[in-house]
């Protein structure tokens, strides 16, 4: 446990100031990215120190402040060495300097990209630090990344203020929940959107027929740790949430269980927010996740801390009626970590315990298949 709250911290108070390359030519068409459990990943070309461009699939994470490479991929870069991280995304050139990089992934903070994206082979993740000198754009629609110079063009879609961190790249909104006004971070790089424990369950003393679970199901189930976020966590659907202009109706949050129990987070506080925030640019008290963001064309202009949001298609109603357990990974196996208790009751027991593996799911074989593949075959 000690090692596993080790690197909780270091995950997440790691926040160095990251270099970009500038006056670049803009990309208006953008490259392609893969959407995989609603996180982005890119094709991302390297340079080894010997000159050689090398290829890797790299996870997007806007609510990380520091790039992070597998370890092979670290010492191939040379990046244990002093060497420069250089990269290329299209034709765009990007920079970090080697004590701004991450030496592996794993942790309660980085879960492993093996365990978050298997069978894909994923080897470093970029924060929104690396891209602040541009204007992000995130068509969800076509899958398609954009890193545009600032007043190349006017984005499209109902603007919104920008609250960023500019050491880090976390970028936050001003949101109105019911009659209060909050602020929520801004994350392509989580597949679905989360909130502090506490709050969600403020929220849902005063509106309990806001919450759909107890245990997360679905969508909200993205990560399948073995901890009590997922598995104790809250499932709920807030009716209406407003950014500006834009609304959200009946979007999905999942509420965060303690790190080390409700016990500890009474004398200690909740360890992962308390510590998180601290890289966000206000006292957020969750993030926009993939659920919330994949129904829009999504431009966040950073030297103007400007967002503009399209609509591309109406929310899906149905990314939370799955059966009522909570996955863990557990390397190429699906178990059940937990049975989640929902608003309404099953007409019958369950026939699944805690412990047992998912082995198939109509002609699915489960051992060895993606995410996704296993939470569209729950439908």
């Not at 120190?49 to 092979?72: C, Q, V, Y």
């Not at 990046?79 to 299209?90: D, K, S």
């Not at 315990?353 to 995410?371: C, H, P, Q, S």
């Amino acid at each position: 446990m000690r090692r596993a709250i080790a690197s909780l911290f270091a995950a997440f108070l790691f926040i160095p100031v990251l270099a970009a390359a500038r006056k670049l030519p803009s990309l208006p068409q953008g490259v392609p990215f893969i959407l995989d459990s609603n996180r982005i990943l890119l094709d991302v070309v390297l340079t080894t120190p010997e000159g050689r461009e090398r290829k890797a699939l790299a996870w997007f994470n806007m609510g990380m402040a520091s790039p992070i490479l597998t370890h092979d991929l670290y010492r191939e870069l040379g990046i244990n060495r002093g060497g420069i991280l250089q990269m290329r995304i299209g034709e765009r050139r990007l920079e970090a300097r080697a004590d701004q990089v991450v030496d592996g992934d794993g942790g309660v903070g980085v879960p492993t990209f093996n365990h978050l994206f298997a069978p894909r082979r994923v080897e470093a993740m970029l924060p929104a630090a690396m891209f602040t000198d541009y204007v992000l754009r995130i068509d969800y629609n076509r899958r398609v990344l954009a890193l545009n110079a600032p007043g190349a063009k006017h984005p499209e879609g109902s603007p919104v203020p920008l609250l960023l961190n500019a050491d880090t790249g976390v970028a936050a909104v001003e949101a109105q929940i019911g009659d209060e006004t909050r602020a929520l971070a801004i994350d392509a790089g989580s597949g679905y959107s989360w909130m502090r424990g506490d709050v969600a369950r403020d929220l849902l003393v005063r509106r309990p027929d806001w919450r759909r679970a107890h245990g997360a199901v679905g969508a909200a189930n993205t990560n399948m740790v073995d901890f009590a976020f997922e598995k104790e966590g809250d499932v709920l659907r807030i009716p209406s949430v407003r950014i500006g202009d834009v609304g959200f109706s009946e979007l999905g949050f999942l509420g965060t269980a303690p790190v080390l129990g409700s016990f500890a987070e009474g004398l200690f506080g909740d360890l992962f927010w308390d510590n998180w925030r601290k890289a966000a640019p206000a006292p957020v008290i969750g993030w926009l996740g993939g659920n919330a963001l994949r129904d829009y064309e999504l431009t966040i202009d950073y030297p103007n801390r400007m967002s503009y949001w399209r609509r591309q298609r109406v929310p899906d109603p149905t990314e939370l009626d799955q059966p009522p357990i909570t996955l863990v990974r557990q390397g190429e196996r699906y178990v059940i970590g937990g049975i989640a208790r929902t608003r309404t009751q099953l007409q019958g027991p369950l026939d699944v315990e805690v412990g047992d593996e998912l082995l198939a799911i109509d002609n699915l074989v489960t051992r060895g298949a993606g995410k996704d593949d296993v939470l569209s075959e729950s439908v």
